[in-house]
Each structure stands twice: as structure tokens, then as C-alpha cells.
């Protein structure tokens, strides 16, 4: 075991020179249950071995790589000769941090094999077998010996997990960055409406909607909206809308319009719906997700206000 420590992403990392350096640990692996291989990883080399397990006669073992600047997980198997499964991911050699994510449900679940890159999936895969479970050696940097190249670079915060983590589950270690993963996580952005309701008139040309990003405001998140029919109808009353807004970080209020369209009818107060769905960058839905849009009647209200204004007329005739 040779290498060197200097800061990393979250305290001190491992530094490999990329030519003999390298790190290991004997541990026992139980890919039945599914595993995650999970790292910080700064490099700008093209090729080199980041963490990976050496395997058995039969079976040489999950890892993440470097190859041609992208990150590569695989799951070689010397025994017939073929990839369990392969999925090239993103350039990670421009000499950033990236957190680096490889998961795996140990069965042939479709997608079952997951890449993850800075919070986002970047690649799945099926695998053709299950493993079994074996005490193998988990290599940092190099495998002496090897076929795979030597990794110059920086790894820090290395994890093995028994299972594969969720999505959320990794989005949340990527957010906490340089605290570290054991830092407890801060509650997640909830976006919702302002409001439940809003009351319009039609001649009032659009109405506004907010919405409204709490709990937080680190990071970009979006949110969908889209409208949807009551007993007013798209294309008659209003014009139906749909979209994504994007919060940029420290953004915490965006709006929306929606056009309404007045007509002659007399008729009586008509609604429609407006949805917030589809959350991203680790935000939730609030309780405010849906909202109604009352439309009131312009004519029916100039009806009312002729008819009172003849009434008037009315009574002042009888009093002469």
C-alpha cells in the first residue's frame, strides 16, 4: 500500500501518482443483497482504475474506472469471458472533483446496474447473472500486477454499501459535498403555491400564478405546471399552459402566467385547475400543489348592474 494524503473534497484524500501508487483492503462482499461502490474522485487522466474488487477465479469483480477521460462501471467475468455488465458514463478528466456513484441490485432486474455522476444517473445496464458472495480485495488506485492502468489523481471518501443506495440516498451525499456524508442532512427545498385559490375576472386579460421554494434555497431545482380543466374549457375561457420553471440557487419565488379569454355569454362563474408535479435536484412537493382558478362572468355582473340601475329608475318614477 503507497500513496500520499493532501486536501481533498471533504478533509484529507488519498493521492495516487499514477505510475505504482495504489491502496487496498480485504473485505468480504455479498452481491446477492446488491452493493454500491461510492467515491470523490478529482483526476485529468484518461485511464486508470478508481476503486474496484479483484474477484475470484471466475469472477474478476465490479469496478468504476477511468477510460478515455469517461467513467466506466463494469462487472467482468473471466469465466466465459464477458462483461456481467458495462456502462460508460460522462467525462470526469477535467480536473474537478466529481462524486462518483456504482450501484447494483445483485440480480438480473432490468437497469438493475446504475451510474451515477454529481447526484444524476448517467447509465444503466442489465446484468446477465447473479454473483456469488466471496472475501475479495477492494483496490484503490491500481492493482499491482494488473492489466488496468494507474490512476493519477485524488480519491476521497471511499464507501462499499451492502446494498444498493437510492437515488435520493446519493443525491443527498452529493449535496452534502465538502461536509461529508456522515453530516446530517438538511431537510429538502419543498416547493408548492402560494396560494389555493384565485378569483379573476375574465376581462382581467391573465392571472398570475406563484410559486413558492422554502426550507432552503442551495442549488437549482425545478418544478412542472400544467392546467387542466373544470367547468371552464381550455381554448374557450382560458388558454391551457404547461412548463418548467427553474429555481437558480438563492432563487426562492417564481410566476407564471396564464391567459384568460373573455366572451359576451351570460353565464355563471366557471374554474379550472392549475398541478405542480414532477420535482427535481432533490426538492419535494409542498402541501399547496394544486390550485382553482374561478373565473367570474363580466356579463353577468353588467346584467346585475343594469338591472339595478332600472330598478333605481323604477322607484324614483313611483315616488314622483
Not at 63 to 81: A, D, H, I, R
Not at 228 to 253: P, Q, W
Not at 292 to 315: G, H, M, P, R, Y
Request: one cysteine or more; aromatic letters at 8%.
Amino acid at each position: 500500500m503507497e500513496f500520499n494524503t493532501v486536501q481533498g473534497k471533504v478533509g484529507e484524500s488519498w493521492s495516487f501518482d499514477g505510475v505504482d501508487d495504489d491502496a487496498s483492503t480485504p473485505v468480504a462482499l455479498n452481491y446477492s443483497n446488491g452493493i454500491t461502490f461510492e467515491c470523490w474522485v478529482k483526476t485529468t487522466d484518461n485511464d486508470g482504475l478508481i476503486m474496484a474488487d479483484t474477484g475470484t477465479t471466475d469472477e474478476t469483480g465490479m469496478g468504476l474506472f477511468v477510460e478515455n477521460g469517461q467513467l466506466l462501471l463494469s462487472f467482468y467475468k473471466s469465466t466465459p469471458n464477458i462483461n456481467n455488465f458495462t456502462i460508460l458514463g460522462s467525462f470526469v478528466s477535467d480536473g474537478q472533483f466529481h462524486h462518483i456513484v456504482g450501484t447494483w441490485t445483485g440480480d438480473t432486474t432490468i437497469d438493475g446496474a446504475k451510474l451515477y455522476v454529481d447526484g444524476n444517473v448517467v447509465g444503466k445496464d442489465t446484468a446477465l447473472t447473479t454473483i456469488g458472495s466471496t472475501t475479495k480485495t477492494i483496490n484503490f488506485g491500481w492493482i499491482v500486477g494488473s492489466r488496468y492502468f494507474a490512476l493519477a489523481g485524488l480519491i476521497d471518501e471511499a464507501s462499499i454499501y451492502n446494498r444498493a443506495l437510492t437515488s435520493q440516498e446519493i443525491l443527498n451525499i452529493f449535496n452534502a459535498g465538502s461536509n461529508g456524508k456522515c453530516t446530517a442532512i438538511a431537510t429538502p427545498d419543498t416547493v408548492q403555491l402560494s396560494d389555493t385559490t384565485y378569483t379573476v375576472n375574465e376581462t382581467d386579460g391573465t392571472v398570475t400564478i406563484t410559486v413558492i421554494r422554502t426550507n432552503g434555497s442551495d442549488g437549482t431545482i425545478t418544478i412542472d405546471y400544467s392546467t387542466s380543466n373544470g367547468s371552464a374549457i381550455a381554448g374557450a375561457d382560458y388558454n391551457a399552459v404547461s412548463g418548467t420553471l427553474t429555481f437558480a440557487n438563492g432563487e426562492t419565488t417564481k410566476t407564471f402566467n396564464i391567459t384568460l379569454l373573455p366572451d359576451s355569454l351570460t353565464e355563471s362563474n366557471e374554474t379550472f385547475n392549475i398541478t405542480l408535479s414532477n420535482p427535481t435536484g432533490g426538492a419535494t412537493l409542498g402541501n399547496t400543489s394544486t390550485a382553482v382558478i374561478t373565473i367570474t362572468d363580466n356579463s353577468s355582473q353588467a346584467c346585475q348592474q343594469e338591472l339595478a340601475t332600472a330598478l333605481q329608475k323604477i322607484k324614483a318614477f313611483k315616488a314622483k
